[in-house]
């Protein structure tokens, strides 16, 4: 398993921006799809967004379509995830995560095989 590492959340305003990133210990990672995934206070983990191997096709769940932007540089085995006009239903705890699956398949936790420890997303004034 990949070892993956996510960084970039904290406390922003409603309406604001946040970039999550997801680095990876392991070159396999750029043969792996990735996606994110968010947690909040009493919730089941849900899929929020992926992308493949290449990076060419990405795919995203309603509640965030259209706010937020997946991408990937293979180069810097990196995963990041462009977050705006935030909401506070927004807030949780947000994980990377890899699979040998497609981007367009994955969308169930039990998909993926490797996961970050998670990294806190908190929108409020």
């Known amino acids: 398993q990949v070892q993956l590492v996510e960084s970039g959340g904290g406390l922003v305003q409603p309406g604001g921006s946040l970039r999550l990133s997801c680095a990876a210990s392991?070159?396999?990672?750029?043969?792996?799809?990735v996606g994110w995934f968010r947690q909040a206070p009493g919730k089941e983990r849900e899929f929020i967004t992926s992308?493949?191997?290449?990076?060419?096709?990405?795919y995203y769940a309603d509640s965030v379509k259209g706010r937020f932007t997946i991408s990937r540089d293979n180069a810097k085995k990196t995963v990041y995830l462009q977050m705006n006009r935030l909401k506070s239903e927004d807030t949780a705890v947000y994980y990377c995560?890899?699979?040998?699956?497609?981007?367009?398949?994955?969308?169930?936790?039990?998909?993926?095989?490797?996961w970050g420890q998670g990294t806190q997303v908190t929108v409020s004034s």
């Open positions: 992308v493949s191997r290449s990076g060419g096709s990405t």
């Open positions: 995560a890899a699979t040998w699956l497609t981007a367009a398949s994955a969308r169930a936790r039990a998909d993926y095989d490797s």
């Open positions: 392991a070159r396999t990672f750029i043969t792996q799809a």
